[in-house]
C-alpha cells in the first residue's frame, strides 16, 4: 500500500487527471483526500466521489484557495502562462512546508520559489502522455528549498503513472525534448508509415493495424528482451535482404542529425517560454 499525505492538482485536465487516475488506484491510499479543480462545473462534476473534493473556479471564485488549504502537496497542472497569476493567487494559502510542483513546460524553479513563501518547497516535473496509460517517463528536479524528503515524496506519487528520471533543473528541458515530445515523434513515425502503407494499396483499416501493432510489438519486445535497440534491428537485417535495403534509405535520410535539429528547435523554444 502506497501513502500520500493531502494533495491538490489545481487543473486536472489530460495530464492532471492522470494523475488523479494513478493516486485514485487500487494499492494507493492519500489521508486527507485529494482535491482538484477545473474551471467547468461540466469538467468538476464527474471528478467528485468520496475521496475525490472536486471545484470549479467558474462558479466559485475560491476553488483554487479552497483546494490547496491543508494540502501538503500541491500540483499545478494548467496552462504556462497561467502559472505566474495562479501562484499569486494561492501564494497565502499555502501551508509552511507545503510542497509545490509544476508540470507546466518552461516555468523556473526561480520563478516559482519568487512567487512563494520561503516555507514552501518548490519542485518542477516533466510527465508525458502515456501517463494517461500508466506508463509515463517523468522527468523531475528538486528546487533550492526542496529536502530529500520532498523529492522522494513527489517522485513516489509520479511513479504512481510511470517511471520518474531525477535530473538537475539545467536538464529539465532538454529532458522535455526526449520524453515530454517523444510520444508525438512517435505517433508521426506511426503516422507517416501508415501513409506509405496506404499508398502500396492497404485499407485504411489494414494499414492501421499492420503499423500499429508492429510498434507496440516492436516496443514490447524492447522491453521483454533486455537487448538494445541496435542489436534487435541487426536481428531482423538479414544481410543482403530487403531490410537491409530499407534501412540503407533511411541512413541516407540521416535521422540523427533530424532528430538533432527537431530537439534543439523544441529546446529553443522551451527557453522562449522560460524567459516570457
Do not use: C
Not at 496552462?79 to 497565502?92: F, G, T, Y
Not at 507545503?98 to 516555468?107: C, T, Y
Not at 508525458?128 to 522527468?139: C, D, H
Request: net charge negative.
Amino acid at each position: 500500500m502506497d501513502t500520500f499525505p493531502a494533495v491538490a492538482i489545481l487543473g486536472a485536465g489530460s495530464m492532471g487527471g492522470a494523475i488523479l487516475s494513478g493516486l485514485s488506484a487500487p494499492g494507493v491510499t492519500v489521508t486527507g483526500g485529494i482535491r482538484v479543480t477545473n474551471r467547468t462545473e461540466a469538467k468538476a462534476g464527474p471528478l467528485r466521489s468520496s475521496g475525490v473534493a472536486s471545484f470549479a473556479t467558474q462558479t466559485d471564485p475560491r476553488a483554487n484557495l479552497a483546494a490547496v488549504t491543508g494540502a501538503r502537496v500541491v500540483l499545478l497542472a494548467v496552462k504556462p502562462a497561467m502559472i505566474p497569476e495562479l501562484l499569486r493567487e494561492i501564494a497565502d494559502a499555502l501551508e509552511p512546508g507545503s510542497i509545490v510542483v509544476s508540470v507546466a513546460a518552461g516555468v523556473t524553479v526561480a520563478t516559482m520559489e519568487a512567487a512563494l513563501p520561503a516555507s514552501v518547497s518548490v519542485l518542477r516535473a516533466m510527465p508525458n502522455t502515456p501517463a494517461m496509460v500508466g506508463r509515463a517517463v517523468t522527468g523531475l528536479s528538486a528546487g533550492t528549498r526542496s529536502s530529500s524528503d520532498d523529492l522522494e515524496l513527489v517522485q513516489r506519487l509520479f511513479e504512481t503513472v510511470g517511471t520518474v528520471v531525477v535530473v538537475p533543473e539545467d536538464r529539465i528541458d532538454a529532458l522535455s525534448t526526449i520524453s515530454g515530445s517523444g510520444p508525438a515523434y512517435v505517433f508521426y513515425l506511426i503516422e507517416q508509415l501508415t501513409a506509405t502503407a496506404v499508398s502500396m494499396g492497404f485499407s485504411d483499416a489494414d494499414a492501421a493495424t499492420l503499423v500499429n501493432t508492429t510498434f507496440l510489438g516492436a516496443s514490447e519486445l524492447l522491453a521483454a528482451s533486455g537487448s538494445a535497440p541496435g542489436e534487435l534491428r541487426r536481428q531482423v537485417t538479414s544481410p543482403k535482404g530487403t531490410t537491409e535495403r530499407a534501412i540503407a534509405e533511411l541512413e541516407r535520410a540521416d535521422l540523427k542529425a533530424v532528430f538533432d535539429r527537431a530537439t534543439a528547435a523544441a529546446l529553443a523554444r522551451a527557453r522562449e517560454l522560460a524567459a516570457g
